[in-house]
């Protein structure tokens, strides 16, 4: 690797915060519209290692959002197919590929506190609520996604603690069970980067959850990216400020 690959962020950042961040390792849970974006952000910063958790495989309906998705590739695994394209972005980036997905049940074996930061780019509600209790138990510094699906406009994005989070259908789930088991706090110091932009409905259907995967919502990659961008951007921040 060049020395010159990271020099422009080197000179926003200097030497040590460089540093920081090739000595830093995150844990990305879900490659798809937000979190391969995620990946592309922390690997193109110089992030010195990554944790990737994800089982899906790429489908024509994810070219207009993921990263990794071509139509070279329909069929691929996500987390391959990402893998790839990472390799030829920076070959010394420490990559830890973990073909699961992330469950209440595994939580515990795969997220542990030798990450910086653990970034929750899934749609799951339930295992959502397990990882930000779990994490904040464990003092495990989280940056969780709320639903891009149903936005259009990717200015309504915003930066909260979770339980300041307003809007997002998605994290208010998410929101009501964590305070039920943390009664009393007025801070989770969960990050959550959420869109307060009114859900746009698909005119074939008026009942569709809301979540990530965009299966039944439209999605825009100019949110979805965006989305991804934000959380790569919290993960720095919190690697820098340590």
């Given amino acids: 690797m060049s020395s010159d690959n990271f020099l422009s962020l080197e000179n926003l950042i200097g030497e040590q915060g460089q540093n920081k961040l090739a000595n830093s390792h995150v844990c990305l849970i879900g490659l798809g519209g937000v979190g391969s974006w995620v990946a592309e952000a922390l690997v193109r910063s110089g992030i010195g290692k990554l944790t990737l958790i994800d089982m899906d495989h790429i489908v024509a309906s994810n070219i207009n959002r993921q990263i990794q998705a071509t139509e070279e590739n329909i069929g691929q695994s996500k987390l391959q197919a990402l893998s ?4 030829k972005i920076n070959s010394n980036c420490d990559l830890i590929l973990i073909d699961d997905f992330l469950t209440a049940d595994n939580l515990s074996d795969l997220i542990h506190d030798g990450y910086d930061v653990v970034v929750d780019a899934i749609d799951q509600v339930k295992v959502k609520c397990t990882l930000a209790d779990y994490c904040s138990d464990k003092k495990i510094n989280l940056v969780i996604s709320g639903s891009a699906g149903g936005r259009l406009n990717p ?5 909260k603690d ?12 998410v929101r009501k069970e964590f305070k039920k088991k943390h009664a009393g706090k007025k801070k989770s110091k969960v990050i959550a980067i959420f869109s307060d932009e009114q859900i746009i409905k698909p005119q074939q259907c008026d009942n569709v959850e809301s979540n990530l995967n ?5 999605s825009s990659v100019m949110v979805t990216a965006t989305m991804g961008f934000y959380l790569a951007s919290e993960a720095q921040k919190i690697i820098l400020k340590a």
């Fill in 155 to 159: 200015e309504k994005i915003k930066v």
């Fill in 84 to 87: 790839d394209r990472i390799d």
């Fill in 162 to 173: 979770l339980l300041d989070t307003y809007g997002d259908p998605l994290l208010a789930k």
């Fill in 214 to 218: 965009c299966a039944g919502y439209g």
